[in-house]
């Protein structure tokens, strides 16, 4: 299995930056890629980032483009999410998922295989 911890989230003003890191735990060697979603009240939880573990490769939803990168640290089992020029909109837990099946998992949620329990980012106007 593999434990995710997120970290990193809070409060901020609009236009404001945060980045959000999250750590893996357990069978690690067996993560292809690893993504970032957000759940908004309300609403369905949504894709925003991915990133293959090995090769880097990237992927952003059209909110994401221009403002948020994310990026990973292999020897400390980490990703990160930087997000800048915060809205009111991004307002949301944010998840952290592996997929143990694809390097490029997507915006496809039956991709993941597990999840962490998520950081609020409440972002104020």
């Known amino acids: 299995q593999v434990q995710l911890v997120e970290s990193g989230g809070g409060l901020v003003q609009a236009g404001g930056s945060l980045r959000l890191s999250c750590a893996a735990f357990g069978r690690t060697f067996s993560i292809y890629a690893l993504g970032w979603f957000r759940q908004a009240p309300g609403k369905e939880r949504e894709f925003v980032a991915a990133?293959?573990?090995?090769?880097?490769?990237?992927s952003h939803s059209d909110s994401a483009k221009g403002r948020f990168t994310i990026s990973r640290d292999n020897a400390k089992n980490t990703v990160y999410l930087q997000m800048n020029s915060l809205k009111p909109e991004d307002t949301a837990v944010y998840y952290c998922a592996s997929s143990a099946r694809t390097v490029v998992p997507g915006d496809r949620e039956d991709r993941y295989d597990y999840w962490g329990q998520g950081t609020q980012v409440t972002v104020s106007s």
């Open positions: 990133i293959g573990w090995s090769g880097g490769s990237t």
